[in-house]
């Protein structure tokens, strides 16, 4: 695959398939989504990459500048241009394959790995190979700040755990519907409050959701009705939520 065709000088056209609500934030030169979009200009290798790629690589820079990256228990590789941002620390987490169900797994259906883009733990990556981030696990790494709107430009994230990280505040932000190959979210002891959005019924293929121990308030959204695969909800713990008004099939932690 070669880079899209372009006439625009390389900033402009980079601005030109960010966001608007990027373009918005990066007024101000110190916030995330300019320290992030500095660093993109920088990468010398930039004109090679694919749109997909050039987004990819923005949207996790954001992520760090947003979270506190400096200051991470664990950064290794973060924001180094020589690395394949697959190899950016991540920490370990589980890829279940062959169970049907969240009961059903056992053991040998587990994968442990602290690759993000592949579930193959020897994976390796090459320059012209479409590798997108699909698990994103950030577990007790110190993050602090809030969740950039830029994650949730990475579409392909099936797994999503922020768990641990008591400084990680803000709210859960409707774009979270973008994510619609999210198979499991779980932010866990975090200061997040406000609502729950409804743009959580997007995620078709969800089938555990668990926001326990966090600061969220209001009503479940009666959106999450729809979501067909989802096998387990947690919601424990929060600063007030409020009773489901429609029967979803199975239990809720409350």
């Known amino acids: 695959p ?43 290798m930039l004109e090679t990459y694919e749109d997909w790629r050039i987004i990819q690589r923005f949207a996790l820079a954001t992520f760090y500048y947003s979270t506190g990256g400096d200051n ?11 690395v394949h941002e697959c190899r950016w620390y991540m920490s370990d987490f589980v890829v279940t394959v062959g169970a049907e169900t969240v009961e059903n797994v056992t ?40 969740l950039p709107l830029e994650l949730f430009l990475l579409t392909s994230i099936r797994s999503m755990w922020l768990m641990q990280n008591p400084f990680l505040s803000g709210t859960i932000p409707t ?5 619609t190959s999210l198979e499991d979210l779980k932010v866990i002891r975090t200061k997040m409050s406000g609502t ?50 429609i029967s979803l099939g199975y239990d809720v932690l409350l």
């Open 2 to 44: 070669t880079p899209a065709p372009t006439n625009l000088p390389l900033e402009e056209y980079v601005r030109s398939i960010l966001p608007n609500y990027t373009l918005v934030s990066m007024e101000d030169p110190m916030s995330a989504q300019s320290l992030a979009y500095d660093w993109l200009m920088n990468d010398s």
């Open 72 to 82: 991470w228990l664990e950064n290794i590789h973060w924001l180094n241009y020589s």
């Open 107 to 146: 053991e040998a259906d587990m994968i442990y790995t602290s690759n993000p883009c592949n579930s193959d733990p020897n994976a390796t990556y090459s320059e012209g190979v479409d590798i997108v981030y699909e698990w994103m696990w950030a577990i007790e790494n110190q993050l602090k700040g809030t």
């Open 175 to 179: 774009l979270i519907g973008m994510l």
């Open 196 to 245: 729950i959005p409804t743009e959580i019924g997007n995620l078709s293929h969800i089938f555990a959701v668990d926001l326990m121990l966090n600061q969220l308030s209001g009503a479940i959204a009666s959106e999450i009705g729809r979501l067909s695969k989802l096998e387990d909800l947690r919601l424990n713990n929060n600063v007030s939520i409020c009773a489901l008004t």
